[in-house]
């Protein structure tokens, strides 16, 4: 019976590579407590009152600076201010979904960083609410369904009583992502999908499936194989599915490919390089 179901306690350790494996820690389920679980979607809040700057100003220019802000986002407070501009251009423009996408994507990089309790709560409650605001707007955009899932990802790793009915919410949205535009985020739909695959519980009490976590993984990586989170998410479910050779090789293709974006000025290398060198020793 559903009610008789635990939920999930999800695992609070920092990303490696917030962006693009952002939610190899979201679905890193740490155990299984027996607990009531909440309901991960409430009626989201106004977008206006996440803003901290005055309103008024033309949705185009604050989107503008947002992206700016963003491409500075491993300075300090860079990332806080593009957030900040693009909930403005969301509530600017009431039918766009950009100023909501762009949030949303801040708010991941912001909350994998946050050592604040209370702030990752807050940014990742508020990231679910402009989800659903993004899905209102736009509920046949892949790109909503995708950034939600990770959302809910983040929110349930903050309140893990939600998850249970977080890691149901978050197949249904990746696989409907994966039928739209399997390309999103460079293989994002299919790379999330194996591992919340990878680290949920088996049936009966959740949906984990090595098995088809790897075909998920192998998807990613067929789509675009030189990006290093689609490596780091084969080389763990090949190494889940008792293949540890090439899961070896897979690690070690990653720490090449982090290297490489890492010289390249991605903010965001650093950490899928140090776990891809950690899986090549194991």
């Given at each position: 019976m559903?009610?008789?179901?635990?939920?999930?306690?999800?695992?609070?350790?920092?990303?490696?590579?917030?962006?693009?494996?952002?939610?190899?820690?979201?679905?890193a389920?740490?155990?299984?407590?027996?607990?009531?679980?909440?309901?991960?979607?409430?009626?989201?809040?106004?977008?206006?009152?996440?803003?901290?700057?005055?309103?008024?100003?033309?949705?185009?220019d604050?989107?503008?600076?947002?992206?700016?802000?963003?491409?500075?986002?491993?300075?300090?407070?860079?990332?806080a201010?593009?957030?900040?501009?693009?909930v403005?251009?969301?509530?600017?423009?009431?039918?766009?979904?950009?100023?909501?996408l762009?949030?949303?994507?801040?708010?991941?990089?912001?909350?994998?960083?946050?050592?604040?309790?209370?702030v990752?709560?807050?940014?990742?409650?508020?990231?679910?609410?402009?989800?659903?605001?993004c899905?209102?707007?736009?509920?046949?955009?892949?790109?909503?369904?995708?950034?939600?899932?990770?959302?809910?990802?983040?929110?349930?790793?903050?309140?893990?009583?939600?998850?249970?009915?977080?890691?149901?919410?978050m197949?249904?949205?990746?696989?409907?992502a994966?039928?739209?535009?399997?390309?999103l985020?460079?293989?994002?739909?299919?790379?999330?999908?194996?591992?919340v695959?990878?680290?949920?519980?088996?049936?009966?009490?959740g949906?984990?499936?090595?098995?088809?976590?790897l075909?998920?993984?192998?998807?990613?990586?067929?789509?675009?194989?030189?990006?290093?989170?689609?490596?780091?998410?084969?080389?763990?479910?090949?190494?889940?599915?008792?293949?540890?050779?090439?899961?070896?090789?897979?690690?070690?293709?990653?720490?090449?490919?982090?290297?490489?974006?890492?010289?390249?000025?991605?903010?965001?290398?650093?950490r899928?390089?140090?776990?891809?060198?950690?899986?090549?020793?194991?």
């Open positions: 559903r009610h008789a179901i635990p939920c999930f306690r999800w695992g609070s350790g920092a990303s490696p590579h917030a962006e693009r494996v952002t939610v190899r820690t979201l679905v389920f740490a155990a299984m407590v027996v607990a009531a679980c909440a309901h991960a979607l409430h009626e989201p809040s106004p977008i206006s009152g996440m803003a901290t700057a005055p309103e008024g100003r033309d949705a185009a604050l989107l503008r600076e947002g992206d700016a802000a963003w491409r500075r986002r491993a300075e300090p407070g860079q990332a201010a593009a957030q900040d501009l693009y403005q251009a969301a509530a600017a423009d009431e039918r766009g979904v950009g100023g909501l762009g949030a949303m994507r801040a708010m991941t990089f912001r909350i994998e960083r946050e050592r604040d309790a209370t990752r709560g807050t940014l990742a409650k508020q990231q679910v609410d402009l989800g659903q605001w899905q209102r707007r736009a509920p046949s955009d892949p790109a909503c369904d995708y950034r939600l899932a990770l959302a809910l990802g983040q929110q349930a790793r903050e309140r893990p009583s939600t998850g249970r009915d977080a890691v149901d919410k197949v249904k949205l990746l696989r409907r994966i039928a739209a535009d399997a390309a985020d460079s293989g994002g739909p299919h790379r999330a999908l194996a591992l695959l990878l680290r949920a519980p088996s049936w009966p009490a949906p984990g499936d090595a098995g088809a976590a075909e998920e993984a192998r998807a990613a990586v067929r789509l675009f194989p030189d990006v290093a989170g689609n490596q780091l998410a084969l080389a763990e479910a090949l190494d889940k599915n008792e293949q540890p050779e090439p899961a070896r090789a897979a690690y070690e293709r990653a720490a090449s490919l982090a290297a490489a974006a890492r010289e390249a000025g991605d903010p965001e290398a650093d899928a390089l140090a776990e891809a060198r950690a899986g090549a020793k194991r």
